[in-house]
């Protein structure tokens, strides 16, 4: 997964095999979406950086954003 290229010592590079949604129906788009929120939210986690916004499946079911709207 994270590994160093070109010997730059602090850079990280995560390597994430993931389906290209180019093709597919929204319906099938959603999970590769998902997975791909679960992946960018658990390396924050690793970095220990705070995830400000609240994931996608909150927004969609119609939970008040941090903006005060609902999608």
């Given at each position: 997964?994270?590994?160093?290229?070109?010997?730059?010592?602090?850079?990280?590079?995560?390597?994430?095999?993931v389906?290209?949604?180019?093709?597919?129906?929204?319906?099938?788009v959603?999970?590769?979406?998902?997975?791909?929120?679960?992946?960018?939210?658990?390396?924050?986690?690793?970095l220990?950086?705070?995830?400000?916004?609240?994931?996608?499946?909150?927004?969609?079911?119609?939970?008040?954003?941090?903006?005060?709207?609902?999608?």
């Amino acid at each position: 997964m994270g590994h160093h290229r070109d010997g730059r010592p602090g850079t990280r590079y995560e390597s994430w095999n993931v389906d290209d949604p180019a093709a597919l129906d929204l319906v099938d788009v959603r999970p590769i979406r998902d997975e791909i929120e679960r992946r960018v939210r658990r390396l924050l986690d690793q970095l220990n950086v705070p995830a400000t916004r609240q994931p996608t499946t909150a927004r969609r079911s119609g939970t008040a954003t941090s903006q005060g709207r609902t999608d």
